[in-house]
């Protein structure tokens, strides 16, 4: 029978595996890595992750299941264009895909059959990189003690862009092949082929950057819904009020920046103290204000006409 024969663990996460519990009596194995679902705690015994996910913890999982969306609608809208009036159905499709990818995640994840995770709280960032603090008691043998510090935000986001692949290539052709008579044989498909492209680097920017994400993300929402907004807004040459609700598509991609900046915002905050964050969201307007007020001094569509003649 396995004993405890140490006294403490090498390492940021060896821990002591529970083999055997009668009553009051514990007994634990060797310091070693913990199996999945289960990290060390301060005394350096594996524990099991039993905690519910924070506010920041979902909005993050949030910013990941977005990013597949975000970039399906945009290249479904880049390879369209106003050949074919079926983005509109694949637009809808790729939220169905993205929708029913992550309802599937949660229901397979622990706790099986019900949209609910138990997970492990995040402490620092060294808890997303594990396999970096494996000790070498010798300088010779090293104790592997990678595992999931973090379970499960690090591996459910991989099962999610896989399933997210699984009903594009299931439910995606056939819609293509149907509806999109618009666009020639060879241009039908060309989301689709854009989808197997970003994939793959989604699952590289997970597996290399996720901790890194994990604290990062708000910020770069609020930048980038910055920097696209102002970009849609001259592309169109948006200059007023009036050429911003001439179009119902304008006040939809407007709508949509908007709920980026309040998503942004609400993950800076964390709404910690409810009532002293929550007045942050009327910033949410600002940027597209500013960008009326100040259109008429930068003229945007005397640039772009400028660049398209030189």
């Not at 140490?6 to 940021?12: D, I, M, S, V």
């Not at 595992?147 to 099962?159: G, R």
């Not at 009903?167 to 020639?184: D, E, F, Q, S």
């Not at 989301?191 to 793959?200: G, M, R, V």
Request: aromatic content about 14%; glycine content about 6%; charged content about 15%.
């Amino acid at each position: 029978m396995a004993v405890d024969i140490q006294p403490a663990c090498l390492g940021l996460y060896c821990g002591k595996t529970l083999l055997f519990k009668n009553g009051s009596t514990e007994i634990y194995g060797e310091c070693g890595v913990c199996p999945r679902g289960q990290r060390t705690n301060a005394q350096k015994y594996c524990q099991p992750c039993t905690e519910s996910p924070e506010l920041y913890d979902w909005l993050y999982l949030g910013f990941m299941a977005m990013l597949p969306l975000v970039l399906h609608w945009f290249f479904i809208e880049w390879y369209s264009g106003k050949k074919s009036s079926s983005a509109l159905f694949q637009h809808v499709t790729a939220l169905f895909e993205c929708t029913m990818a992550a309802l599937t995640t949660l229901l397979v994840s622990d706790p099986v059959g019900v949209l609910y995770i138990r997970s492990c709280r995040v402490l620092m960032l060294s808890d997303w990189y594990t396999m970096l603090y494996n000790p070498s008691p010798d300088y010779i043998t090293t104790v592997h003690c990678t595992h999931e510090a973090v379970y499960p935000l690090y591996t459910i986001v991989f099962i999610y862009y896989a399933f997210c692949l699984v009903l594009m290539m299931l439910l995606r052709p056939l819609l293509v092949k149907k509806i999109a008579c618009g666009l020639g044989k060879s241009d039908r498909f060309k989301s689709i082929y854009a989808a197997l492209y970003f994939f793959p680097i989604l699952t590289v920017l997970q597996a290399v950057g996720g901790g890194l994400l994990y604290y990062a993300f708000p910020y770069i929402i609020l930048v980038l819904s910055l920097v696209t907004l102002a970009v849609y807004m001259s592309a169109s040459e948006i200059e007023n009020c009036y050429d911003l609700l001439v179009r119902k598509k304008r006040l939809i991609v407007l709508f949509s920046h908007w709920l980026l900046h309040a998503y942004g915002i609400i993950s800076i905050s964390r709404v910690d103290k409810l009532e002293q964050d929550l007045p942050l969201l009327a910033l949410v307007p600002t940027p597209a204000l500013f960008y009326l007020f100040t259109a008429k001094f930068t003229e945007p569509s005397r640039i772009l006409s400028e660049g398209a003649n030189g």
